[in-house]
């Protein structure tokens, strides 16, 4: 016992000489008297030119160091600045041989970086170039301490830690732009490994392109692992206000709450209840995350919470997006569960909404080879609702057209349709269905889009819908593999209603009947300009039982047949078509042009014969048509069919523009009829030749016949005498 009483008498003797010795140096050295030393000394190793103009004072308990107002400066500019640093040690820990920081303060921090217009950085000119050579110089390396298991001690405590009022300062002289860092604090109190501990932080951000600023907070518990393998946070909460410029002078919240960990030897890493938020806008997720790898495996989920888009927009400054229907924007939802295997990224369970509209099934991306998998089915979608408000009267549609139109635009027909460079990247296996769309007033229901492709070849495997009481299907592709892309289409139609799709599509109330057509055909470029005028192929189409809509053709042909007799037409009620009982033609496509020369039709004692050309680039038409007289054509006695106008054909032309009345496309063509009655003219000299001629063989046949019968009687008479 005596010698265990003497040696703690030892120890708290020399822990008391210790203490004394500390405290004779603190009150026995002034540090400001090496100021000039550390000065030179900065200066002789770096190309700083550092200032010392504060005090450099002592502290005992803590024992600690105190350095106010230092300044460095780098060819002769401010580049780091600090007006206070206080740095302080617990004392009993260095008396126990176990180092531990009491206080770490640092007060009025500015950094100034600036890049130069080469590129370079003006602190890549801290050292001289001769430091720099040695600091790229391989290292020795460092001998670390290590537990059984081998791995690292680490002894890590800090009672304190305090950053305030800190400044960074960085231009790109390059580009023009600048960042300012400004108001930044950090403070975090009892730090010490294998215990959660808290941290604070402050900021203000300033950009000048776009000018934007960013203030924020966030607040959270860190703990590490005293191997320094493990490490987790939880309780984070971060509050965020941006504005600027991209924000029209709005300002904008933002937040942030979650947790996560990870552990460096197992490889792995979660993220639970992470929540980012934005106005209205709330994503949450889960996520799990095994391996470090390039191609980690991944698993969880994410969730947009339904929000209105219409609202956000205002929320964060922008313009409403007008459109037909100002209900729409007012829901959108998102969430899937996310896997990514074998380096392809799923979205499994997906559902996207927006408005009434909601798809539900799965995405995909191949990290390697870009592949874009899209499997997804639909129930409704009304794209009308989306489009601008139309002009109102008076408004000029043309005008605003080209007020948007800035000359190499899509809408001008020389601007690109696609961009080519990205589509020779894309791997795609995309099926979209969808149970009605409504698109340019036209309905389609049953909708279904299979597209695939890779390297540049991409095949619409098929695109099919029913509508108007019929059905279509039409497949294409496209090698974009050069700058002058090539494509190919065939489409068919089948027993589709021509009179509503008509008026729905494009107002035109032309035609009914039961539409049947086959059409193929291949073009080149990649405009609308350029595809038209490149545009070649056929296409042939049958309508049964349908009819010329607001006009009539009866009426025409009616015109015709009364000019021949000399008459007037006494009917005034011709009704408002022409009823046929089928339509049929071929077409050929050249640049943008159809060219159908067998037009016919079967109508009520007429037979429609015609040819013409539908200049799609100009959205013109011309047609040729000629009503054959074949039958009885209508009750007016001045339209009464005799053997003069058998198969006479009366001439019609139908031109104009798609935008035009189709009740004044087409008309009586006066300027072939004289042709017209030239030809009856004709067959009716030839007809009466002909009677003439018949007469004069009936007389002749009928004058033998009776010398004939009259030389027989002669001879009986004989006979028998």
């Given at each position: ?6 040696a ?10 210790l203490?004394?010795a ?54 002769g ?41 080469d ?48 400044q ?20 975090a ?25 960013v203030?924020?907070?966030?607040a ?22 941006l ?18 960990s990870?552990?460096?030897d ?41 929000f ?29 569960t ?35 998998l899209?499997?997804?089915q ?13 002009p ?20 001008s027909g ?7 460079k ?12 969808l ?17 695939s ?30 700058d002058n892309?090539k ?7 089948s027993?589709v ?8 599509l494009?107002e ?18 990649n ?11 056929k ?21 015709g ?25 071929n ?17 009520a ?7 013409g ?30 053997e ?10 139908c ?11 087409c ?8 042709d ?34 009259e ?11």
């Open positions: 016992m005596k010698a265990l009483r003497i703690l008498i030892a120890i708290v003797a020399l822990v008391i000489l203490v004394a500390v405290g004779t140096a603190m009150m026995v050295i002034d540090p400001n008297d090496y100021k000039s030393h550390i000065e030179q000394a900065a200066a002789d190793n770096t190309n700083l030119e550092l200032r010392l103009n504060g005090d450099i004072q002592w502290s005992f308990i803590p024992l600690g160091l105190s350095v106010a107002d230092v300044q460095a400066s780098l060819e500019e401010e580049f780091v600045a600090l007006d206070e640093l206080v740095a302080s040690v617990d004392l009993w820990s260095l008396i126990t041989m176990t180092p531990a920081v009491h206080t770490f303060q640092l007060d009025g921090f500015r950094a100034n970086l600036a890049m130069a217009e590129g370079t950085g003006n602190w890549t000119r801290i050292m001289p170039e001769a430091e720099k050579q040695e600091a790229a110089a391989p290292a020795e390396t460092e001998q670390t301490l290590t537990d059984e298991s081998g791995s690292e001690l680490i002894s890590f405590n800090v009672q304190e830690v305090r950053i305030s009022n800190a960074v300062n960085f231009e790109n002289r390059q580009s023009g732009q600048s960042f300012q860092l400004s108001n930044a604090s950090l403070e109190s009892d730090i010490a490994l294998g215990q959660d501990f808290p941290l604070e932080l402050g900021f203000s951000v300033s950009l000048n392109e776009p000018e934007l600023d203030g924020g907070t966030l959270m518990q860190l703990n590490a692992a005293q191997n320094m393998k493990q490490f987790s946070m939880s309780g984070l909460d971060g509050d965020f206000t504005t600027g410029a991209p924000f029209n002078g709005e300002t904008v919240s933002a937040g942030l709450s979650g947790s996560a990870a552990d460096l197992a490889e792995t890493a979660s993220v639970s209840g992470l929540m980012a938020s934005l106005e209205n806008l709330e994503v949450t997720s889960n996520l799990n995350i095994q391996g470090f790898s390039a191609q980690p495996d991944v698993s969880g989920d994410l969730k947009v919470a339904e209105s888009p219409a609202t956000l927009l205002e929320q964060l400054g922008q313009p409403a997006i007008e459109t037909r229907d100002e209900g729409v924007l007012s829901k959108a939802a998102f969430e899937t996310l896997a990514t295997r074998e380096g392809m990224v799923r979205l499994q369970e997906t559902r996207v909404q927006l408005d009434e509209t909601e798809f539900k099934g799965q995405l995909g991306y191949g990290l390697e080879n870009q592949a874009i899209v499997d997804l639909g129930n409704r979608f009304n794209l009308d609702r989306y489009l601008p408000p139309k109102e009267d008076g408004e000029d549609a043309s005008e605003d057209a080209s007020e948007q139109d800035t000359g190499g635009t899509a809408s020389e601007g690109e349709l696609l961009p080519l990205t589509l020779r990247g894309l791997n795609l296996d995309i099926r979209i269905g149970g009605e769309l409504v698109a340019s007033n036209l309905t389609l229901t049953e909708l279904l889009a299979k597209v492709g890779s390297e540049g070849r991409l095949s619409l495997d098929e695109l099919s819908a029913r509508l108007y009481d019929g059905g279509f299907n039409m497949t294409a592709s496209l090698d974009a593999r050069t892309p494509w190919q289409f065939n489409k068919q139609l027993g209603q021509t009179q509503p799709l008509l008026v729905d494009a035109m109330d032309l035609l009914s009947g039961g539409m049947n057509l086959n059409a193929s055909g291949t073009s080149r470029g405009s609308i300009n350029a595809l038209l005028e490149n545009s070649n192929g296409a042939d189409f049958r309508i049964e039982e349908g009819a010329i809509e607001n006009v009539n053709m009866t009426r025409m042909a009616c015109q047949i009364s000019r021949v007799h000399g008459e007037s037409l006494s009917v005034e009620d011709w009704g408002d078509s022409t009823p046929f009982n089928d339509m049929s033609g077409f050929t496509i050249n640049s943008g042009v159809l060219e159908n020369e067998n037009l016919t039709a079967d109508l004692g007429l037979r429609l014969e015609g040819d050309v539908v200049n799609l680039i100009e959205s013109m038409l011309d047609y040729r048509v000629g009503l054959r007289v074949v039958g009885e054509v209508h009750r007016d006695n001045a339209c009464r069919v005799n003069r106008i058998q198969n006479v054909i009366i001439p019609v032309r031109k104009g523009g798609f935008g035009d009345d189709p009740a004044g496309l008309g009586f063509d006066g300027s072939r009829f004289g017209v009655l030239e030809s009856m003219a004709r067959q009716e000299v030839d007809r009466k030749k002909e009677e003439a001629e018949e007469k004069a063989r009936e007389r002749v046949e009928e004058e033998i016949k009776e010398r004939v019968d030389d027989t009687r002669d001879r009986i008479r004989n006979l028998f005498n």
